[in-house]
Nanobody, 125 residues
Framework: QGRLVESGGGLVTAGGSLRLSCVTS????????VGWFRQAPGKEREYVGR??????????YYTESVKGRFAISSDNTKKTIYLQMNSLKPEDTAVYYC????????????????WGQGTQVTVSS
């Protein structure tokens, strides 16, 4: 349940796009939350967004600074969650992490049980 592996980071110019992937070892996405966080150099890790599965329903939330630019999606058959990042800005430069837990989790990193290793995203101006 606890293994998460991110990929997809890289260097992109401002205005470009990247898609991050987070492969999980979860047996099922029913009653499960995956969150995305990022940590810029010299700053604390911050919440980006999350998706919670509850039965057949799915709820997705984003922090204000990425609304309309970032989108979380999933391929349940591949046990993979994606973070599509469009219209990237230099201030989006950070190490991006996916995190997960069974059941509900909010925007606080303390509410997540499992973490990936992170993937670097660099946006040049």
């Amino acid at each position: 349940q606890g293994r998460l592996v991110e990929s997809g980071g890289g260097l992109v110019t401002a205005g470009g796009s990247l898609r991050l992937s987070c492969v999980t070892s979860a047996r099922t996405f029913s009653d499960y939350t995956v969150g995305w966080f990022r940590q810029a150099p010299g700053k604390e890790r911050e919440y980006v967004g999350r998706t919670t599965w509850s039965g057949v329903s799915k709820y997705t939330y984003y922090t204000e600074s990425v609304k309309g630019r970032f989108a979380i999606s999933s391929d349940n058959t591949k046990k993979t969650i994606y973070l599509q990042m469009n219209s990237l800005k230099p201030e989006d430069t950070a190490v991006y992490y996916c995190a997960a837990r069974e059941g509900f989790a909010g925007s606080s990193e303390d509410s997540y049980s499992y973490w990936g290793q992170g993937t670097q995203v660099t946006v040049s101006s």
